[in-house]
């Protein structure tokens, strides 16, 4: 669509491609407070007026007419609604549903299908009915999810939620209601880490569904291959998320995220000495999919189920959300400017390797800190 927007506007290429970092900025500003809401009120009703905010959103790109008015439809309507329609909410809905097993079932609500299936047919309607249609069936596919979201169920036979476990080997402490507020999270070492590591994990992912393609070309790769690597990055994403979602089931958050820090630093360290290679960037792709792309979600959502109890998760995933978006937006950005002070993304593949072997060291000293504290609660 960005080509179409900027023709269609008149507009700069920075400003057509302006839609999708409203949608997360907003999407993180708002998160919060839409986490505190899921934590009081009805997800169900969340849900829906997040699908009708979706509805009206797309209805009225159909209609807009100014680049400055399409931006801000993206982030006052289209990033809102996402937020309550997305990670926060479902991952939300699925703590409050599932007392095991909660990786395995974190993994499989994110699977990214729609990232697989949408784009063919989004490029069908394109075709057929003109770009603005595209805008026109949003909006009645949004419309058609409200009456499907009538039949969620915020928790099991009306349950408050789960026996509390914060505190336990971390450094979070609930008051005698059972609530963490968010000035207690922000001062301990647990959330910080978590934050970090997803943080990274996040910025990894996006980073190299950014740069790979034109790391490939710098490398003398033909267009064709580089393209069949970006594949390879999102088929690897859907596989990655239910498996890593069943691994950390069975390890643990922290020696699943010991586990994939290690990995995704061999595969950037494998990048750096052999990505002249077009069978080397295809696997290394697909890796980096299966680890950031696909894990991410998954990971940070069973970690924080851990950590906190379903009184507190959608709190801490909302806050966790705002502050990691230095990461997200941050450093996709900062790999630009890398490859606009030194001519390749060398220094940004070694900065990588650097990122997971920290995160490898952080999480082993939570892992290792949990042992030591189940330990003495024993004796």
Not at 220 to 239: D, F, N, Q, T
Not at 271 to 293: E, Q, R, T
Not at 317 to 340: E, N, Q, R, T
Request: aromatic letters at 12%; proline letters at 4%; one cysteine or more.
């Amino acid at each position: 669509m960005v080509t179409w927007v900027q023709a269609e506007f008149n507009t700069t290429r920075a400003l057509a491609s302006a839609g999708m970092p409203a949608i997360l900025l907003t999407q993180a500003l708002v998160a919060p407070f839409i986490g505190d809401l899921l934590r009081r009120k009805s997800i169900r009703l969340i849900m829906m007026t997040g699908a009708a905010l979706f509805a009206i959103g797309h209805a009225a790109l159909y209609f807009v007419s100014s680049i400055y008015a399409f931006i801000a439809i993206y982030a006052c309507l289209l990033g809102p609604a996402y937020c309550m329609l997305s990670h926060v909410a479902t991952s939300t809905l699925v703590i409050n549903w599932f007392g095991d097993k909660r990786g395995r079932a974190l993994g499989i609500a994110n699977i990214p299908i729609a990232l697989f299936l949408f784009p063919p047919i989004i490029a069908a309607v394109m075709l057929a009915f003109g770009p603005r249609a595209v805008f026109a069936a949003g909006a009645l596919l949004s419309l058609g999810l409200i009456p499907l979201l009538a039949f969620v169920i915020s928790r099991p036979g009306g349950a408050r939620g789960l026996p509390s476990i914060a505190g336990e080997g971390t450094d979070v402490r609930a008051d005698e209601q059972g609530i963490i507020k968010r000035r207690d999270m922000l001062k301990t070492v647990t959330f910080w880490i978590i934050w970090f590591g997803n943080g990274t994990f996040v910025a990894a992912g996006a980073t190299m569904a950014i740069v790979l393609v034109p790391y490939a070309l710098s490398k003398g790769i033909a267009l064709e291959w580089a393209a069949v690597a970006l594949s390879c990055y999102g088929l690897g994403s859907m596989v990655g998320a239910p498996t890593w979602g069943v691994i950390v089931d069975r390890a643990g958050p922290s020696r699943t995220f010991v586990l994939l820090a290690t990995l995704e630093a061999i595969t950037w360290t494998t990048l750096f000495l052999f990505g002249g290679n077009a069978a080397v960037i295809m696997v290394v792709g697909g890796i980096i999919g299966f680890c950031s792309g696909g894990a991410a979600v998954p990971l940070l959502t069973a970690t924080l189920g851990v950590w906190l109890d379903e009184r507190n998760f959608s709190r801490g995933l909302g806050l966790l959300y705002l502050l990691k978006l230095p990461f997200s937006a941050g450093i996709p950005i900062v790999s630009g400017v890398i490859f606009d002070l030194f001519g390749s993304y060398q220094l940004l593949l070694v900065s990588f390797v650097v990122l997971m072997l920290l995160n490898a060291a952080l999480f082993s000293f939570l892992e290792i800190r949990r042992f030591v504290s189940s330990g003495e609660a024993s004796r």
